[in-house]
């Protein structure tokens, strides 16, 4: 029998509720979301975590998601010691804990595995939509709904635009990095993630000033991001500034 839309919300209805009350406390929304995608990641189906977030105080949220932001964080910036996750540990898999190596030692997996669910069964469970409409059937104020009985097909890998998954690079006067540098950043982090990196076209000799990285996927721009405008980077002690790419408008 074929997993309809109905089976999809019904698995991860704790997931959806556990981003609403991450939402409910002021979270950006694209934080919400990737926090809420590690977390499923974290229960492996034990579902450990999102049964708890729902019943949270407020406050317990607020440290929950700071906890799984810094985790989060952690994955681009190469932080030597792993954030400490005590709240997740003490909630996930009957509090047996968290090897904080593992956040450490497969960055490249945990980044493919989010982008996975943020590209894919994530369109489902952060839906608000879907769900009012799955939680009136389930308390029978709706009748069989069509919407809800179509089968569930994970999303074939499609091509986004490229600047739907840019990011625009600045530099500090004087302390230009190479092409290549920005390349084997990401790519020691999380692997064949970008497609190509563009850089100031100069003259005279001048360093450039900015630059364009191109990742594979959109979801690679929002971890990055991870509900902020601005975020940066150390390459050779070197400070890069990241923001998502905005095209100039045509006014041709």
């Known amino acids: 029998m074929a997993v309809t839309i109905r089976d999809v919300l019904h698995t991860y209805r704790n997931a959806h509720a556990g981003y609403e009350r991450i939402i409910g406390i002021g979270t950006a929304p694209q934080l919400a979301r990737n926090a809420v995608a590690l977390l499923v990641w974290i229960d492996q189906g034990h579902d450990d975590l999102m049964s708890h977030l729902p019943a949270l105080t407020p406050d317990a949220v607020v440290h929950l998601t700071n906890e799984a932001g810094a985790v989060i964080d952690s994955l681009h910036l190469g932080t030597l010691v792993p954030p400490p996750t005590p709240l997740i540990s003490a909630l996930s898999h009957d509090g047996v804990g968290i090897d904080p190596g593992t956040f450490a030692y497969n960055q490249e997996l945990i980044v493919r595995t989010l982008a996975d669910f ?3 069964v994530g369109n489902l469970v952060f839906d608000d939509r879907l ?8 308390t029978g104020l709706l009748g069989r709904y069509q919407e809800l009985e179509e089968p569930y097909v994970s999303p074939l890998p499609v091509t986004v635009p490229e600047d739907c998954r840019s990011m625009f690079i600045t530099f500090s006067r004087g302390q230009p990095v190479e092409r290549d540098e920005i390349f084997d950043y990401f790519r020691h982090k ?8 563009l850089m100031e076209k100069t003259t005279g000799g001048m360093p450039p000033m900015y630059g364009r990285i ?8 929002s971890l990055v991001l991870n509900g902020e405008e601005h975020v940066y980077i150390f390459i050779r002690d070197r400070e890069i500034w990241l923001r998502k790419y905005i095209p ?3 006014n041709g």
């Open 118 to 120: 943020l590209e894919g």
């Open 131 to 138: 769900y009012r409409l799955f939680n009136r059937h389930q």
């Open 190 to 197: 999380w692997g064949d993630c970008i497609v190509r990196v």
């Open 214 to 221: 191109i990742f594979k996927r959109p979801a690679f721009v």
């Open 248 to 250: 100039r408008p045509n």
